[in-house]
């Protein structure tokens, strides 16, 4: 990647820094490394350098700052090997406020290194650039965005049934279709013999040496022979060298039943990359989407035998549409999916904190699935002829208010973010002033103690008002984005005659649901529908459309009916 750099050129040699990650696609062909590459050398060379190395780091998230291209630049400064560093912006650096602005006003101040960030304009051997702190800030928030963004449609593609990550080993993509999983009959060979000496008897440690003793290849091996690359551990020196978790891992794999199953892992938020297992309430299971490997009594019998079996909380094991969306109204906790035992088309939901025993929450806030699907579907209805016959008015309640007011609202947000930047730089500054009089005799450590302390506490103000106006501003970049994706979807439904799972996946966040009461001699339960991205929709009163009238026999002479909550008013 580089050369051998003596301090003695330090002055003549440019280091150019160029990065790309998926993010960065969405910018078009400039953003690519070859393209950087071009630019940075012209500029360079213009510059009059005559020793340019090249670091990068090609399909890394600026998010992070653990970036080997990255990484290997700052040790190779830390040792005086340039003075120069070049980028297209500052983007390519990162997308962390806090550790690219720690960089461009403490490392490289440090280390005497020139900065040049062409498209954005900065020249730090020209002056100090005030707006770096501030496109800096709108970095890192067009990361948030992409990953609010990327959140939104994972949820509508993993809940609409297409794989979220990569087929196990024992199957494959289809070249004809990538987002459906053929049978691997290599791997699955293996597969089927590990579940098979299981049912034999063979622990799992056995099993694992009589496969290295077979020299069968390990899953990472087997791809890599096949020329498939998986994210993960890198390939064994012993490529056979099987270990008994690998055959647990296989062991435990439900996508073998033919089933597909997503949201496995989540991460607490764009910044951390780590995965984290997710509760299996909060995964979403598609049964026999693929041609099986292993039969369904086969799998269930391999988890009953390693005590791994868990009691089923339904017939089939399917997980329904509302799964995770409906939630109590008093307690906030989800509702559990029934079924009727006598009869297993009569399908429910119930208050889990309630079943738990905690007594935390007094009532079942039982629903049946048939009352729950034409409220929901009766509401989305209502909600499209709103936004079809009355579009104006439907922009307005989506909205909330205008899009002038919008826009003077952020840049009134804008103006107060500049100057508390403005006052913060200058406290720092005071802070510098105040320790040099000090140890110059020209104030008392009295009055340097107050003085610090009265800047501390300003600072502490300003860092707490930073954070609110932050907030305060990314929630109307959000609310700009995500409006304009609600009010599309919901026109995209304006025929709807069904409730499917992927309608109710990008219109419904959740639903909550109020125990039933009786009202007037008539049994009523009220739902409160918050919409993804804008929460709960009042329609005008003056508008024509009434609530939807939902009534079922839920027993022999018991009748049931839908009324809205107050909340929603829909």
């Known amino acids: 990647m580089k050369k051998s750099i003596s301090r003695k050129n330090r002055d003549n040699t440019a280091f150019l820094y160029e990065r790309i990650s998926r993010d960065d696609n969405l910018e078009g062909d400039s953003y690519s490394v070859v393209n950087q590459k071009k ?43 340039a003075a120069t560093v070049i980028v297209k912006d500052l983007s390519r650096l990162g997308r962390n406020y806090i550790e690219v602005g720690r960089l461009t006003e403490e490392f490289f101040p440090d280390h005497d290194i020139w900065l040049i960030a062409i498209s954005d304009g900065i020249d730090t051997d020209e002056g100090e650039n005030e707006l770096a702190p501030i496109r800096n800030l709108f970095n890192e928030w067009y990361a948030r965005d992409i990953s609010k963004k990327r959140r939104i449609s994972n949820k509508i593609r993993g809940t609409s049934g297409e794989p979220m990550g990569q087929p196990p080993y024992g199957y494959m993509k289809n070249t004809d279709n990538p987002k459906r999983w053929i049978v691997d009959e290599d791997a699955a060979r293996i597969v089927r013999r590990i579940y098979s000496l299981t049912l034999e008897g063979y622990g799992t440690d056995q099993i694992a040496t009589l496969l290295s003793e077979e020299k069968v290849l390990v899953p990472m091996a087997y791809w890599a022979s096949k020329g498939i690359h998986r994210a993960g551990k890198t390939v064994p020196d012993d490529c056979t060298q099987w270990c008994r978790a690998s055959v647990i891992k296989i062991l435990t794999v439900q996508e073998y039943c033919g089933d597909l199953i997503n949201f496995k892992t989540y991460s607490k938020s764009y910044k951390n990359k780590k995965r984290i297992d997710n509760d299996p309430e909060n995964m979403v299971v598609f049964r026999s989407i693929h041609e099986p490997i292993i039969d369904r009594a086969t799998w269930e019998k391999i988890q009953e035998k390693r005590g791994k079996m868990r009691k089923r909380k339904k017939q089939d094991g399917e997980r329904n549409m509302f799964s995770g969306i409906v939630v109590c109204a008093d307690c906030g906790k ?54 079809s016959h009355y579009e104006s008015e439907f922009v307005k309640a989506v909205m909330g208010h205008s899009q002038q007011t919008v826009v003077a609202e952020r840049q009134y947000k804008e103006k107060e973010l500049n100057k508390l930047l403005t006052r913060d730089q200058e406290l720092d500054k005071l802070f510098e002033r105040l320790y040099e009089d000090n140890v110059a005799g020209k104030i008392t450590d009295e009055r340097y103690a107050r003085m610090a302390r009265s800047y501390e506490d300003e600072q502490k103000e300003l860092a707490e008002r930073l954070k609110a106006v ?17 009010i599309d979807c919901v026109r995209k439904y304006t025929r709807a005659r069904k409730l499917t799972p992927r309608m109710l996946n990008e219109l419904v966040e959740r ?38 009238k939902v009534l079922i026999q839920t027993r022999k002479g018991v009748a049931l009916a839908y009324e809205p909550t107050e909340a929603t008013a829909i």
């Open 39 to 81: 630019l940075l050398t012209k500029i360079a060379k213009e510059k009059g350098f005559t020793n340019l190395v090249h670091f990068f780091d090609d399909g890394i998230s600026g998010v992070t700052m653990e970036r080997p291209g990255f990484q290997e630049m700052l040790v190779e400064l830390e040792q005086g090997h």
């Open 334 to 387: 989800n509702l559990n999916f029934h079924f009727n035992q006598g009869n297993h088309d009569i399908q429910y939901f119930n208050c889990s904190n309630y079943n738990s025993g905690h007594g935390s929450c007094n009532a079942t806030h039982y629903i049946r699935v048939d009352f729950l699907e034409q409220v929901v579907l009766g509401e989305i209805r209502r909600l499209t002829k709103f936004a």
């Open 470 to 486: 932050k907030a305060e501003l990314d929630k109307q970049t959000s609310a700009a984005m995500t409006t304009d994706m609600f």
């Open 511 to 548: 639903i909550e649901v109020y125990h039933a009461e009786k009202l007037n001699g008539l049994q009523v339960q009220r739902l409160t529908i918050h919409y993804n991205c804008v929460g709960t929709l009042e329609i005008p009163q003056d508008v024509p459309l009434a609530d939807p």
